[in-house]
């Protein structure tokens, strides 16, 4: 693959993510992906082998971004665990509510993501959860959260919460508003968790 050249693969990323979320991954075509992206259908190959490739990269992108952005949020003392939940769910839904396309592919594109990267999910995702668990634990040695909340389940109940909340968002974006979802689960998470 060449290395990136201006600003192509972007181009090209951000057209997949507005493609699949439209057409769906299994019947979005290169073609098409190229024509939005104004490159021809050859150099998206120059940049991706092949579709799996780039639903690979779209995955890997949201996760690195959303672990690096947590890392800032995670490493500030002047924040206590519950403003750290806080932040963390907020950073969450900004992504998805700055980009409703990658939310949608996001929600309908898993099954098709476990399918091709089998057990190499995204290494930043799985970064991402053990970031988030270690503030839970913070939590529950500063005495804020139950100290019987089993972290690994917990870590899984709250990302399928998210993907279930997004796949009816998705469905009906105006009976359910990201804004009331974010709210509802904040208010959820935070009364759930604390003592």
Same mark, same amino acid.
């Given at each position: 693959?060449?290395?990136?050249?201006?600003?192509?693969?972007?181009?090209?990323?951000?057209?997949?993510?507005?493609?699949?979320?439209?057409?769906?991954?299994?019947?979005?075509?290169?073609?098409?992906?190229?024509?939005?992206?104004?490159?021809?259908?050859?150099?998206?190959?120059?940049?991706?082998?092949?579709?799996?490739?780039?639903?690979?990269?779209?995955?890997?992108?949201?996760?690195?971004?959303?672990?690096?952005?947590?890392?800032?949020?995670?490493?500030?003392?002047?924040?206590?665990?519950?403003?750290?939940?806080?932040? !963390?769910?907020?950073?969450?839904?900004? !992504?998805?509510?700055?980009?409703?396309?990658?939310?949608?592919?996001?929600?309908?594109?898993?099954?098709? !993501?476990?399918?091709?990267?089998?057990?190499?999910?995204?290494?930043?995702?799985?970064?991402?959860?053990?970031?988030?668990?270690?503030?839970?634990?913070?939590?529950?040695?500063?005495?804020?959260?139950?100290?019987?909340?089993?972290?690994?389940?917990?870590?899984?109940?709250?990302?399928?919460?998210?993907?279930?909340?997004?796949?009816?968002?998705?469905?009906?974006?105006?009976?359910?508003?990201?804004?009331?979802?974010?709210?509802?689960?904040?208010?959820?998470?935070?009364?759930?968790? !604390?003592?």
């Amino acid at each position: 693959m060449r290395v990136k050249e201006g600003n192509k693969e972007r181009d090209i990323l951000e057209a997949a993510v507005d493609i699949f979320a439209r057409h769906g991954f299994h019947k979005a075509k290169i073609s098409q992906i190229a024509d939005q992206a104004g490159v021809a259908t050859g150099s998206v190959y120059l940049y991706f082998k092949n579709k799996d490739d780039i639903l690979i990269k779209i995955y890997n992108t949201l996760w690195e971004k959303l672990y690096s952005e947590l890392i800032a949020i995670t490493g500030n003392e002047a924040l206590s665990p519950i403003e750290k939940v806080d932040a !963390m769910i907020d950073l969450i839904f900004d !992504m998805f509510t700055e980009n409703p396309s990658v939310a949608i592919v996001f929600v309908n594109e898993q099954e098709s !993501m476990n399918r091709i990267s089998g057990d190499k999910y995204s290494l930043y995702y799985e970064k991402f959860l053990d970031e988030g668990e270690k503030v839970i634990k913070e939590g529950i040695k500063a005495g804020f959260f139950n100290k019987n909340i089993d972290l690994k389940i917990f870590r899984h109940f709250i990302f399928g919460s998210i993907r279930n909340l997004l796949h009816q968002w998705a469905m009906t974006p105006s009976k359910l508003p990201l804004s009331k979802i974010r709210q509802n689960f904040k208010f959820l998470i935070k009364h759930g968790i !604390m003592k």
